[in-house]
């Protein structure tokens, strides 16, 4: 058991919390709580911390998934669980899963050899984790194929986004791009349609028939997408606004255009 | 100007930033920021505190406001701001507003005498800050005529809410019910169709139509709706999810059932 916040491990976690380089290096990330716990997929599991009471609790699970990925486990008191965590009431599980996303070979193939109609996600300088977190979970929900971020995003495997995928995190493909020109240039090579939106649309979101390939771009939440990658969209979609709301959040407006798609597509 | 955080006017802010019973003993609430301090309507300021670096920066937009609505003002130290604020990096400027919406009014008037067709959201037992200031926002961006909330979600004068409402808070009508299942059964006896958002839905949220008198209810984000407020409802809609989401966040959940109603009536 680990009592002392000095420990080594104890700090090791703390950064792999706060820093992003952490995490990089080692190409690992935190998860908190039951449900992440249950969610991660047990060869991507590599050490699991619990408090006693949690592990008492919970016993029979902690032990199946110990089992299963033959990983590190490590009981924590609660004092030493609450410096790791990220959250003010830890529910007394976390875990160090590794970093590995599809996303690459997603990218690459659905350029080439798409498996259903793409329904992309271009996100350009999204910043806050809990819409990066909800846009990623609602991705799933709504069918959507892969995410595409510009390397500006917020981490994805910032602990505040890894929570608010609810799991999403182990599903979706995303991938990081350094050249978002590059890639939009690809996608419309390819006959994938890309749609802006932008308060300067000229279509009203549900206009569109996004039946055939499609990409949306969202922008960050306080500017919206920037001119350059908002240019190279073939259409500005916009989405119609009563009362005097001037925008809406990021994950709102993602939802709106994901939802209006995925309802195209089921009739 | 106030320079210590033991100040009596200093100890009330911070009352009425933590504490609901502290906001509805005195029928105020704060807003805090720049965005909000250009929302709040005149007649409803009560009091101004800011920076003197705010103060200098947007000196004459202090000073209308400060004329026009007639109210006090001070200024704070950066210490005795920071102290004060919900936020880790305040914009220096707070303001004390009274607590005054239209929404015993407008359910009143809704029943009986609607000025346009009533698009209503029922929230049930909504708990999260963020989500109920998005979904405040979010209504009035999709044509709400107004939010009816149990008696047990959480306080829209939390700042946390104030904050994500973005100024929604000023403009859609809301009210706080004891009885929610009394004033299901007033909506239906006045042909208002009631629809619970329910992972046992039987139809799709797009199939109905929503271009008559609707009333959406949300529930709770981690329990969903109570079994005796989503039995009241005249039909169930489901919001199909692809992969293996369980659920939606509520924000979203409300955002798809609003927008496709805003959809249906623009058409």
Redesign the interface.
Known sequence: MITSTSNAKVKRLVNLRKKRKARDTEKVFLTEGLRMFEEVPEDRLLEIYVTEHFYKKEKALVDAKHKKSGCQMEVLTDTVMNFVSDTKTPQGVLCVVTQENQGEAWLEKELKAPEQVPLIMLLDNLQDP?NMG?IL??A????VTGIIMSSDCVDVYNPKVIR?T???IF??PFVYVENVTDVIRQMKEHGIRTYATHLAGEL?Y?EPDYRTPSAFFVGNEGNGLRDQVAELADIYIK????????S??A??AA??VM??A??QR?H
Chains 1, 2 share one sequence.
């Open positions: 809990g909800t979970r609602t799933e929900a709504a069918a608010s609810m799991g999403s599903r979706v009203a549900d989405i119609p606004m009563a009362g005097q709301v001037e809406l959040n994950a709102i939802t709106v939802f209006e995925g309802r089921r």
